[in-house]
C-alpha cells in the first residue's frame, strides 16, 4: 500500500473523483490514518484492504483500456454476420490499485475493411436459455432503489424485516420464497392487489419525502393511507364476520377438498383430470407454451420435449414438480 500512497503524495494537488449519486443515509466510508488495533482476521482483513483501496484508487488517474471489434460477413453461410471483439489496457490509472474491478485482456490480429479471412472450423452447438438469477440481498436492494422503493436509510431493513418474519429464506443459490411469503403473496394479490404494486409504494414513499422537506403534514399522509385501506380491510373484517374462513383459506392456498396434484395446494385449474394450484399451472402453461419453440426448431414430440427438460438442471422447481406430473401421467401437448 505505500507504494500507492508516495504516488499520490507525489501529486501537486489531490481531488478525488467523485460519484454521480450521493446517499445523505449513508456517507461513504474511508480509512482513518490509524492502524488496527488487533491483528484482523482474514476476512475482516479482506474487507479493510477492500475500503483502503477504493479510497486510494479515487486520488488516481483515469484507465484507459482500447477495444477493437471487427464484423465478418460469411455469404457462403446466407450473408451471416459473426463477430471478433479484442480489448487491452493502455494505461492502468486506478486499475493498479483497485484490484477488485477485472479487465480481460484479449489479443486479435490487425485487420481492414475487405481482408478474407479462411474458415478453420465450423461446429453448431446447441444451447439452452437459462432462467434470471435468483435475488441476493444486494440484488434485491439495487431493485428497490431502481423502482423506487423505500428510501437509502429504510431498503435495507425492509429486506430484513421479510426474512425476520418467515417470508423469505437465504440459500446458496440466492433468496427464495417460503411457504408463508408465497402464501401471503396469494392473499396480497387477491385482497389487496393495489398494495402490491410499485407505483402505489412510490407514491407514498414520495409523500414521505415531502413530509420530511416540510411540504406536506404527516397527518395528512396518515389519512390518505387510512382512506385508501379502510374498505379493503373492511372488506375482510365482513368476510370474518360472516365466517366465510373457507374462501380465506383458498385465497391462502389451504384449507380446501381439490387438492393440487403436485404440492397438496388449492387445485385452482384442472388439466386433464389433474387438478394444479396457482403456480403449478403457471408452471404448466409455460412448459406448454415453451414446447412449440423446441418443435419448430427442434423437430422434438412432446414426450422427447419432456424428457430432455428433466434432464436440464436450469429447470425451476415448480417446472421440475410438472415435468415429473408429465413423465409419469403421459399428459398430451397442449399447443
Avoid at 373484517?237 to 381439490?258: C, P, T, W, Y
Wanted: net charge positive.
Amino acid at each position: 500500500m505505500s507504494t500507492f500512497c508516495e504516488k499520490i503524495l507525489a501529486k501537486d494537488k489531490l481531488r478525488p473523483v467523485q460519484g454521480k449519486r450521493e446517499d445523505p443515509a449513508h456517507p461513504a466510508i474511508y480509512p482513518t490514518g490509524y492502524l488496527p488495533r488487533k491483528k484482523l482476521r482474514i476476512k475482516e482483513w479482506n474487507i479493510y484492504e477492500m475500503i483502503v483501496r477504493r479510497y486510494l484508487a479515487t486520488f488516481y488517474d483515469a484507465a484507459e483500456v482500447a477495444s477493437v471489434r471487427y464484423v465478418f460477413s460469411a455469404e457462403s453461410l446466407g450473408n451471416m454476420s459473426f463477430a471478433l471483439i479484442g480489448q487491452r489496457i493502455v494505461r492502468p490509472g486506478w486499475l493498479s490499485v483497485y484490484k477488485y474491478v477485472n479487465v480481460k485482456e484479449s489479443s486479435v490480429p490487425e485487420l481492414k475493411e475487405g481482408d478474407c479471412i479462411e474458415v478453420e472450423r465450423v461446429s453448431v452447438v446447441r444451447t439452452y436459455s437459462k432462467p434470471p438469477r435468483l435475488y441476493t440481498k444486494a440484488s434485491l436492494l439495487r431493485w428497490m432503489e431502481s423502482v423506487g422503493i423505500g428510501t437509502e436509510a429504510t431498503r435495507a431493513e425492509i429486506i430484513e424485516t421479510l426474512f425476520q418474519r418467515g417470508y423469505l429464506k437465504a440459500t446458496n443459490a440466492g433468496i427464495v420464497v417460503t411457504e408463508l411469503g408465497i402464501k401471503t403473496a396469494f392473499m396480497l394479490l387477491k385482497l389487496f392487489k393495489e398494495l402490491t404494486e410499485v407505483n402505489l409504494t412510490r407514491d407514498f414513499e414520495e409523500k414521505i419525502e415531502r413530509v420530511r422537506k416540510g411540504e406536506t403534514s404527516r397527518q395528512k399522509v396518515v389519512n390518505d393511507a387510512k382512506e385508501f385501506l379502510r374498505p379493503r380491510l373492511l372488506k375482510v373484517k365482513e368476510m370474518i364476520a360472516s365466517n366465510d374462513i373457507g374462501e380465506l383459506r383458498k385465497l391462502a392456498e389451504e384449507g380446501h377438498d381439490v387438492k393440487c396434484a403436485a404440492c397438496g395446494r388449492y387445485g385452482r385449474y384442472v388439466v386433464e383430470g389433474f387438478s394444479l394450484c396457482e403456480l403449478h399451472w403457471r408452471a404448466y402453461k409455460n412448459i406448454v407454451t415453451k414446447y412449440r419453440v423446441w418443435r419448430e426448431r427442434a423437430g422434438l414430440s412432446f414426450d422427447e420435449y419432456v424428457a430432455l427438460l428433466k434432464k436440464l438442471s436450469s429447470v425451476g422447481d415448480f417446472c421440475k414438480d410438472v415435468i415429473k406430473l408429465l413423465a409419469e401421467n403421459g399428459f398430451k401437448s397442449q399447443s
